[in-house]
């Protein structure tokens, strides 16, 4: 069976041992750290795993208006899925230890690529060793292959234009921790606050105290509690990341794939015209 969203510790376990072509991306990162998760993985690792860098694999170039975190280009995410043996058919599996956030991006960008044969290890390399899983720090290289044959994008996004002119008519969730919607703290933008119309709901929220995704039923009534399973739904968080979080848990309860908008905060508050909301 295709992967879709989430994976646990054993099905994967049982999926390495079939043998199987199997993929899987360390994504761990740090915001105030950026070298630190390839250094984690280059220390210990899931066995055969592959490291996806946030800044330099799972994003694109910034100009100082497009958020810290832009989309790559869809070549240039192909090229680096093909480097790491991506290829059609082939499963996918994206961790980090961080609660899932990169990971989810990862999910997010290869799902927008057209692969649908991906999921977020739930519960992350804890999880795996608790069920028995073993780390390492044998660095295997992938089996290269040609660029992933990318189609139209397979997952909706919406642009900053496009958001400003439907303020109000659509549910704008905000990934971030309340303390940075409410315009408290600002520690990574020039700007704080949210934009406006926005409802928090902070992508920790979706995991429970295991550090596992809560049951999908009880994320399907938390996020129909927030008005989330009625109309258009957009996601967005600093820079477009932590919202994959919110997205696949949404996915996850059966609520289908909302609108991701990539330039998030970051980009919103790049320009002064845009409308800002505090508190």
């Not at 989309?71 to 240039?76: I, M």
């Not at 700007?191 to 902070?202: D, S």
């Not at 009625?230 to 919202?243: D, K, L, M, N, R």
Request: net charge neutral; charged share 20%.
């Amino acid at each position: 069976m295709p992967l879709r969203t989430l994976i646990d510790a054993p099905s994967l376990l049982a999926l390495q041992a079939a043998g199987a072509p199997l993929v899987v991306l360390d994504c761990g990162f740090d915001l105030a750290d950026p070298g630190a998760g390839e250094r984690a993985w280059a220390a210990a690792h899931l066995p055969g795993a592959q490291y996806a860098h946030l800044d330099r694999d799972l994003a694109g170039s910034r100009n100082g208006r497009n958020g810290r975190h832009p989309l790559p280009s869809r070549s240039a995410l192909a090229e680096r899925a093909g480097r790491w043996g991506i290829a059609p058919g082939v499963p996918v599996v994206c961790v980090d230890g961080q609660g899932g956030p990169y990971a989810a991006r990862a999910w997010w960008l290869l799902r927008w690529l057209g692969h649908a044969d991906v999921a977020v290890l739930d519960g992350g390399p804890a999880a795996w060793q608790a069920a028995g899983g073993a780390l390492t720090a044998e660095v295997r290289p992938a089996v290269p292959r040609p660029p992933y044959p990318a189609g139209a994008p397979a997952m909706p996004t919406i642009d900053a234009d496009a958001l400003l002119a439907r303020l109000g008519r659509v549910r704008l969730l905000d990934a971030r921790a309340g303390e940075r919607f409410r315009g408290e703290v600002e520690p990574l933008d020039p700007v704080a606050g949210h934009i406006p119309g926005a409802t928090q709901r902070f992508f920790k929220d979706n995991l429970g105290a295991d550090g596992r995704f809560k049951p999908a039923a009880q994320l399907r009534a938390e996020f129909e509690a927030l008005g989330a399973a009625q109309g258009e739904v957009v996601q967005q968080c600093g820079s477009g990341v932590t919202a994959c979080h919110n997205l696949l848990a949404m996915a996850h309860a059966g609520l289908g794939d909302s609108l991701l908008y990539p330039g998030s905060w970051s980009e919103w508050c790049s320009d002064p015209a845009r409308p800002v909301a505090r508190g």
